[in-house]
């Protein structure tokens, strides 16, 4: 008897083996599914080959089911004390058994008869039904939050649906099969509905069963394109329609004599590629002292997948007829494998590109989708100063030079601190300091001499300058002292006409990097100031005529030629200028907009419209149809309601309308001031 007993313990505790892995294999083959079909769109049923993954797994790991005779009473030896270790003797023939190991038989197989089998895997199989409700759980909860529905753990095929719509008179229901192109990467999907959103290039296929037989089935694109459908059985019950989706708009379905309502057919346009360039700025200038290595952030984003990058530099050098260019491709330290996001970072060091000072780099970046799309950024320029070209003299008596002769003596201070920074270690600390401070203080006298230029007469504060006059009001008799106080001048910074507004905010840049020469020379650090007076003298310098001219720092965009049209003398494509010109009683297209806003509020009252309101109405008709043909997920409810101009439909057109009209501007009306005389307002205008 205990043998058999033995073999059912065998059979049921392998079954329950057996389950406990099937358990988790569906737990973890239901997040994997969900996760797949969130992620990245593929249909519930391959939640087939998950669960026979897992399960292969799950045996491998917990051979469990594998279990023997000798296992099973080892198992019963330490849960059994009662049995004294002595299971394994009912697995030896009675023939080889001593008298004592009968003895021993014979009370066990006694003591079995009472006993309670354990059961193992009864734990086991409550933490796998555990672990299966927490992946139901996870599964809809990831179904919520990524918008779709969830329904079911293993499902037999993916179904996109629309919103729910009513379907076409004389259909009984309806199969759209959507292929996207290949470069989307999006699976194959289908719906049950006519409305369709595509993506652009993907084939369609219309499957339709009529509820009876029918002699035609037609789809009537814009109102204006029929395209039949072919029939499928000799009962002319399927019919059958393929094509390509290339354009928007809308469509209806003609069974028969019957019509249906409108259908939205929109498409996903293909974005090209977008591309950021975080630094460096559009123009750089690397000044005396500065790192010559200037890092490139750029960031490329596209909405199915990128397949190239490139960096396009230019290096020019010398100047006037002499000018060099020298182009260059330089390519990032990564693959592309055609995704959606890259955050890129290269060094450009502008020595090892071959730049000498004095020199400029142009660069662009592009970037390629993966549907052959190609976007360039506009032209970065990064300029490398040249000191020697600043210190020298040449140009600054030409006729066309604007600058006075005065400023060619900020080269003799960059001259004479570049000495006392040779000199500093012969020198001691106290004459060091005075070479400084005077320094500093030529630096000075040349800015005020620099700024008479701008209409600063003298520093703010001093006698007799523009800031520091002040009005004598016990003068009373003296008119002209009064009005010099509130009174522009001439020689006001902010109203001197020296010069052009653009050299004007250069030269007072120029003023603040002389002020920040200044300070640093006369607090004793000629080293920090030398950067400043270089780059005063640079703006000063940038005011001559420019010597290089390059036609790709425009950044101009060119279309692309054919080379097979061209020297082919065809002008057919060429037409004559057309000018215009609305006849008398033809309203713009604008005022018509306009005019059926009044007259649809009209239709909601109950107003009968007449034939000249008709007309109007038509022509407001026209232009719904068109923009809903361009844009169906906006216009095509709005279209649809004023083709039936009900009083209930109206709200809908007028909706439409109101989106088609541009902004009104605000309209004039007399300020009246408040009771304070406009002193509150004062008030307010002060604290800003």
């Known amino acids: 008897m205990a043998p058999e007993r033995l073999s059912v313990l065998r059979r049921r505790w392998r079954a329950e083996s057996l389950l406990y892995c099937l358990l988790l294999a569906l737990a973890a083959s239901i997040l994997l599914t969900m996760t797949a079909h969130v992620v990245m769109g593929w249909p519930l049923w391959v939640g087939v080959f998950f669960l026979g993954g897992c399960f292969g797994l799950a045996l491998a790991v917990f051979p469990l089911w594998r279990m023997s005779f000798g296992d099973i009473t080892r198992y019963l030896d330490r849960q059994l004390p009662g049995l004294e270790e002595s299971a394994g003797l009912l697995l030896r023939p009675a023939g080889e058994l001593r008298p004592l190991e009968r003895l021993q038989v014979v009370r066990m197989q006694k003591r079995l008869e009472g006993m309670t089998m354990p059961r193992p895997f009864r734990g086991r199989l409550l933490r796998a039904l555990g672990f299966v409700c927490v992946a139901v759980a996870g599964s809809v909860i990831i179904g919520w939050v990524s918008g779709r529905r969830f329904a079911g753990v293993v499902a037999v095929s993916q179904r996109l649906a629309p919103a729910l719509e009513a379907l076409a008179p004389g259909i009984q229901s309806v199969q759209v099969r959507i292929v996207p192109p290949a470069y989307t990467g999006k699976p194959v999907r289908s719906q049950e509905a006519f409305g369709l959103v595509a993506e652009e290039g993907a084939q369609l296929k219309w499957d339709l069963v009529t509820t009876g037989a029918v002699d035609t089935v037609a789809f009537v694109f814009n109102d204006s394109t029929v395209r039949a459908l072919r029939p499928v059985d000799g009962d002319r019950t399927r019919w059958s329609l393929a094509g390509m989706a290339t354009h928007p708009g809308f469509y209806q379905v003609r069974v028969g004599k019957q019509l249906s309502g409108y259908y939205t057919f929109e498409i996903v346009r293909d974005e090209a590629p977008k591309i950021i360039i975080r630094r460096p700025k559009s123009y750089t200038v690397v000044d005396y002292g500065e790192p010559t290595t200037i890092g490139l952030q750029v960031q490329l984003r596209d909405d199915y997948g990128i397949d190239d990058a490139s960096v396009v530099a230019t290096m020019s050098s010398g100047k006037g007829e002499a000018v060099k260019f020298k182009e260059q491709v330089l390519r990032w330290d990564r693959n592309f494998t055609g995704g959606t996001s890259y955050d890129l970072s290269r060094v450009l060091d502008l020595g090892a ?336």
């Open 353 to 688: 590109l071959g730049l000498k000072p004095g020199d400029e780099l142009y660069f662009f970046c592009r970037a390629r989708d993966n549907h052959g799309q190609e976007t360039r950024t506009d032209m970065y320029i990064i300029s490398l100063t040249d000191t020697a070209q600043l210190m020298s003299l040449e140009g600054m008596t030409v006729g066309t030079d604007i600058k006075p002769e005065l400023f060619r003596s900020e080269r003799q201070i960059i001259i004479e601190t570049e000495q006392l920074l040779k000199a500093k270690d012969m020198l001691p600390v106290a004459a060091f300091n005075n070479k400084s401070n005077d320094l500093g203080i030529d630096q000075k006298l040349l800015r005020l001499r620099y700024g008479k230029f701008l209409g600063e007469e003298a520093e703010e504060g001093e006698p007799g300058g523009a800031h520091g006059d002040t009005a004598n009001f016990g003068a009373f008799g003296d008119a002209t002292k009064i009005l010099d106080a509130y009174t522009d001048k001439h020689d006001n910074a902010e109203d001197a006409t020296f010069f052009e507004p653009g050299v004007k905010a250069q030269l007072k840049a120029t003023l603040s990097e002389m002020w920040s020469a200044e300070l640093r020379l006369r607090t004793f650090k000629p080293a920090e100031a030398l950067p400043y007076c270089y780059k005063a003298l640079r703006l000063l310098k940038d005011l001559q005529q420019q010597s290089r001219a390059y036609v790709a720092k425009t950044g101009a965009r060119l279309p692309p030629l054919n080379p097979a049209k061209r020297l082919t003398g065809e002008l057919t494509a060429i037409q004559a200028p057309e000018q215009r010109v609305n006849k008398d009683g033809v309203l713009s297209e604008e005022s018509a907009l306009r005019i059926g806003l009044g007259l649809l509020e009209g239709v909601r009252t109950g107003r009968v419209p007449t034939e000249a309101d008709r007309v109007v109405l038509r022509q407001v008709e026209g232009v719904l149809g068109r923009e809903a043909a361009a844009r169906p997920g906006k216009f095509l409810g709005g279209y649809e309601a004023m083709k039936k101009l009900a009083p209930g439909d109206v709200p809908m057109a007028e909706k439409a309308i109101v989106a088609l009209l541009p902004e009104a501007g605000a309209t004039p009306v007399e300020r009246k001031d408040a009771a304070d005389g406009g002193l509150g307002r004062l008030y307010f205008s002060y604290l800003k």
